[in-house]
Each structure stands twice: as structure tokens, then as C-alpha cells.
T-cell receptor, first 111, second 114 residues
Framework: QKEVEQNSGPLSVPEGAIASLNCTYS??????FFWYRQYSGKSPELIMS????GDKEDGRFTAQLNKASQYVSLLIRDSQPSDSATYLC???????????FGSGTRLSIRP | DTAVSQTPKYLVTQMGNDKSIKCEQN?????MYWYKQDSKKFLKIMFS???????INETVPNRFSPKSPDKAHLNLHINSLELGDSAVYFC?????????????FGEGSRLTVL
């Protein structure tokens, strides 16, 4: 089992709709979770972090965490073409020694 | 000013050659990392240095040798390059070892081994 798993996509969503990205992780003791966005040919950039169960909202982005299910998700409301990118889920290990990335979900917003 | 800069951005070389990638950060961070991203976008930690001291050394062939002359610089030397080394290598830094989880990445160095 991979430490952080994501559906590779591509996920195609119409402009203006909600894009839902999912991630599961194997280290039950993990406490810190992150979503990075990576445009094609560019470096990853942090867009959301979440540490507690529940939802965390920042503008059009909402991160959701369920530690019991070892599940993290990212919702993007009112999707824009500029949201088209690969979204990487990342988890800090329980020992806080490193951040493990998933393989990313490629999101495409169609006009 | 670029926060984390890597050179070169592109390397194309033959199998068996040796190559180096350099990284510098001007953010005043204590911790620097090398990540490898393969063609499937999988981003994997290779090494981490905290204030010049090696703290993470993943299962990486010993052909890869990192070096941190000071906390603002982290270089990666690769000996006897193989086809499977082709990837994008990202340098990153953070304030303290993963204190906030925010990694600041360089632009990446795309290595192609022929």
C-alpha cells in the first residue's frame, strides 16, 4: 500500500462547478496534511494545510479531514480554467520527520 | 529575488557521466531538501539537511551524494548516471524541519540521461 494515495485522473470538471479531489494515507498517527498545486512545468506551491478533523475554508478552497477514515479531500468551488493543474496531497509522518507526497491528481477545467 | 534557485534548469547527458545540481535559498531557512519527481509526477524525498547536518537519507543509491556547505546551499552530485535517473529534481526549503509543512520549492532541474 502506498503511503499517500490519490486518483491520478485526469479529472474533468466544467467551469463554475465544484471539483472534488481525494486522498487517503496509511500512517494513522499523521497529524498534518497539505494540498499543493503544481502547474505543468512548474514547481509545487502550498495552497491549503489542515490539522484537525472537519473542514477548513480559504476562499474557493475547502480542505476536509477525517482522521478516523484516514482521508483528506480538497473541494474547489466555482472552478476556473486557471485551476487546471496537478494537485498533490501531502502528509507529514507521525514522527514529523518528513513529508510524503501522493502522486497527484490532474484536474482539467473545461470552459 | 528568487527565494529558492537551482542551477542548471536542464541537463542532458550520456549514461555513465557525472553531473551536479546546485541549490541556494535566500529565505533564511534552516532546512533544505532534495526531492525527485518522476514522469508520473510522483514526488519523492531523497535527502534533507538541517543547518548543514544530514537528517533524512532515504533509500537512494550511493551514486547520489548531497553536500551542504552552509545552511543556504545544498548541492547534489550524481555519479555514473543511469537511464532511470532521468527526472526532475526539486530543491526545497522550510523554516525549521517541517515546522509548518510549507515547503518552498525551486524551479526544478530536469535531468535527461541518454
Amino acid at each position: 500500500q502506498k503511503e499517500v494515495e490519490q486518483n491520478s485522473g485526469p479529472l474533468s470538471v466544467p467551469e463554475g462547478a465544484i471539483a472534488s479531489l481525494n486522498c487517503t494515507y496509511s500512517d494513522r498517527g499523521s497529524q498534518s496534511f497539505f494540498w499543493y498545486r503544481q502547474y505543468s512545468g512548474k514547481s509545487p506551491e502550498l495552497i491549503m494545510s489542515i490539522y484537525s478533523n472537519g473542514d477548513k475554508e480559504d476562499g474557493r478552497f475547502t480542505a476536509q479531514l477525517n482522521k478516523a477514515s484516514q482521508y483528506v479531500s480538497l473541494l474547489i468551488r466555482d472552478s476556473q480554467p486557471s485551476d487546471s493543474a496537478t494537485y498533490l496531497c501531502a502528509v507529514m509522518t507521525s514522527s514529523a520527520s518528513k513529508i510524503i507526497f501522493g502522486s497527484g491528481t490532474r484536474l482539467s477545467i473545461r470552459p | 529575488d528568487t527565494a529558492v534557485s537551482q542551477t542548471p534548469k536542464y541537463l542532458v547527458t550520456q549514461m555513465g557521466n557525472d553531473k551536479s545540481i546546485k541549490c541556494e535559498q535566500n529565505l533564511g531557512h534552516d532546512t533544505m531538501y532534495w526531492y525527485k519527481q518522476d514522469s508520473k509526477k510522483f514526488l519523492k524525498i531523497m535527502f534533507s539537511y538541517n543547518n548543514k547536518e544530514l537528517i533524512i537519507n532515504e533509500t537512494v543509491p550511493n551514486r547520489f551524494s548531497p553536500k551542504s556547505p552552509d545552511k543556504a546551499h545544498l548541492n547534489l552530485h550524481i555519479n555514473s548516471l543511469e537511464l532511470g535517473d532521468s527526472a526532475v529534481y526539486f530543491c526545497a526549503s522550510s523554516g525549521q524541519a517541517y515546522s509548518t509543512g510549507e515547503l518552498f520549492f525551486g524551479e526544478g532541474s530536469r535531468l535527461t540521461v541518454l
